[in-house]
């Protein structure tokens, strides 16, 4: 049986089937805390992937207007399609770019968000930098979506799923097996198909399923963090992108500015595409996105601070203004929020603000790197320095869980050694940590979890490379070692991040080498 407390039973939403039990006492609790027990998975929204953003989307309402439109426009074409004409029209290839933290998930939710409401169903896949080596990784959400299958799907899910959406394609349903996590006997169709042969011979398929569930349903198909997307499945895109235009909505969001990132190039995509690059939000923006997180009014002159600092990108602003807060720097008063009196004397000192002595203002170019506002003048800087705030056990959960990846399930966590006898510290950690807005519950990745336990999602990448990178190259490899471990005896069928884990666990063991080649 798996417990929860309010909290997290607020947290999932939706999500899951809980069943109350009214209140218990828990260690480290100092009264009785209502407490729930998961009972199953409920049906997942299409918008789930909006559930992943506590703040609405601010000043991007230009770079959202041609998206929408064309959104609108071929929702429309598709609901006008006479019930005797199946064929679902091609949809606009949509195109986000921009630099870490600067929104393009957010945004992407938001058009999903809206293209939903008009009648269109909603895929969803992410690929993550630690499966770029994992051949299928994204592809593989896209199947498993469009076929509906279960968790852990038999040879007979899938073949039954495949003839459902395209039954001439059934004999040739043993080429997805790679692609949906089941073992399936070849078909006297492909048992004797060569490597290169058996690959275009997939792809193919993938691409007639795809259509076929699109003229079924259409649908919006978003590829988030596509610089990180493996190479098989890169190529299955490109093939999409690049074949007749396919009947269906795609935006792709991807990040182009750091080394080491390969987006989607424009060779890879057909012309047409509406594109937008996000660049640093307004002033006005950043004032709607700091009044909300604060719930109040805020004084200008702390707003031109938090964007000067954060250089008007709004996942640094949301950590700014919760560092400030935490030390003491950026404080709630009759008058709404305003600096404390010793951030307001130095930016005096250095003048940095205007001589209004009622209203002042942060003037244009000031030397703000001269200013101690309490916080690191970094991103990083200033997330590691609130992860370093935390309780001990909170700090070394976040640090495991970093391990497994960016999305983890709280029963992996629990089973890696660390903190196998510890497991009440660690779901009281969980809560902690999303009551500090460092982890979000992750609906979308749930859905296709075999294990009944919560799948959490560290809010951001930024968030997960901080803690990861706060272990030594030691430890981190000690931790891949444990989480493999761990996962091995939950989930053994986790052929794909079993070989990721012992993959980064200390292959100089004979015993871990044997074990990281078993799973390659």
């Known amino acids: 049986e798996i417990l929860v407390t309010g909290q997290v039973a607020n947290a999932l939403g939706s999500t899951m089937a809980l069943q109350p039990l009214g209140a218990r006492s828990i260690k480290g609790k100092s009264a009785p805390v209502p407490v729930f027990a998961l009972l199953e998975r409920s049906a997942q929204p299409a918008t789930a992937l909006m559930e992943l953003y506590g703040e609405p989307l601010h000043g991007r309402e230009v770079e959202l207007a041609p998206m929408l439109h064309a959104l609108a426009q071929w929702a429309a074409r598709c609901h006008a399609i006479p019930d005797s004409d199946h064929r679902t029209p091609a949809g606009p290839l949509l195109i986000i770019e921009g630099t870490a933290g600067i929104g393009k998930s957010h945004m992407a939710a938001s058009l999903v968000q809206r293209t939903v409401a008009l009648g269109v169903n909603h895929v969803h896949a992410a690929c993550q930098s ?74 193919a ?26 190479e098989a499945s890169r190529e299955i895109f490109v093939q999409l992108l690049n074949a007749p235009p396919p009947p269906l909505a795609l935006v792709i969001v991807q990040r182009t500015s750091e080394a080491g990132d390969e987006p989607l190039q424009s060779g890879d995509m057909p012309p047409g595409a509406v594109s937008v690059n996000l660049g640093e939000l307004s002033g006005a923006a950043t004032t709607a996105l700091v009044t909300h997180r604060l719930g109040g009014p805020v004084d200008p002159l702390a707003v031109d601070v938090i964007h000067a600092q954060a250089h008007g990108n709004p996942f640094f602003v949301e950590e700014l203004v919760t560092a400030l807060v935490d030390v003491g720097r950026l404080m709630a008063t009759p008058h709404g929020w305003q600096l404390a009196d010793q951030t307001l004397a130095a930016l005096r000192a250095a003048h940095c603000v205007s001589d209004d002595a009622d209203a002042p203002r942060l003037l244009a170019n000031a030397p703000l790197d001269v200013i101690d506002l309490g916080v690191p003048t970094s991103v990083q800087g200033v997330v590691l320095a609130r992860l370093d705030r935390l309780p001990e056990t909170a700090r070394l959960s976040l640090k495991v869980a970093s391990v497994i990846g960016r999305t983890f399930a709280l029963d992996l966590l629990e089973a890696v050694r660390p903190l196998q006898s510890r497991r009440i510290e660690v779901r009281s950690a969980v809560e902690q940590a999303l009551a500090r807005d460092f982890v979000r519950v992750d609906v979308t990745t749930a859905s296709h979890s075999e294990s009944r336990a919560p799948v959490y999602l560290f809010k951001h990448n930024i968030m997960r490379d901080v803690a990861y990178n706060t272990l030594l190259g030691e430890q981190q490899r000690e931790l891949h070692l444990e989480v493999a471990e761990a996962l091995e ?11 990721h884990h012992y993959y980064h666990s200390d292959t100089r063991s004979a015993a871990v080498r044997e074990r990281a080649l078993d799973y390659l």
């Open 205 to 230: 398929l993938v691409l007639e399923l795809i259509a076929a569930a699109a003229d079924a349903q259409p649908f919006l198909l978003t590829l988030e963090d596509a610089h990180w997307i493996d």
């Open 489 to 499: 005896a939950l989930r053994p069928s986790d052929i794909e991040e079993l070989a």
């Open 130 to 203: 630690t499966a770029r080596a994992i051949p299928f990784f994204a592809i593989r959400q896209v199947m498993r979506a469009i076929l509906q299958l279960p968790p852990e799907p038999t040879e007979a899910h899938v073949l039954d799923a495949v003839a459902r959406l395209a039954p001439a394609a059934r004999a040739r349903a043993p080429l997805l097996a790679p692609l949906v996590d089941s073992a399936m006997a070849a078909s006297p169709l492909t048992s004797h198909l060569e490597a290169r042969t058996r690959q275009g011979a997939r792809t």
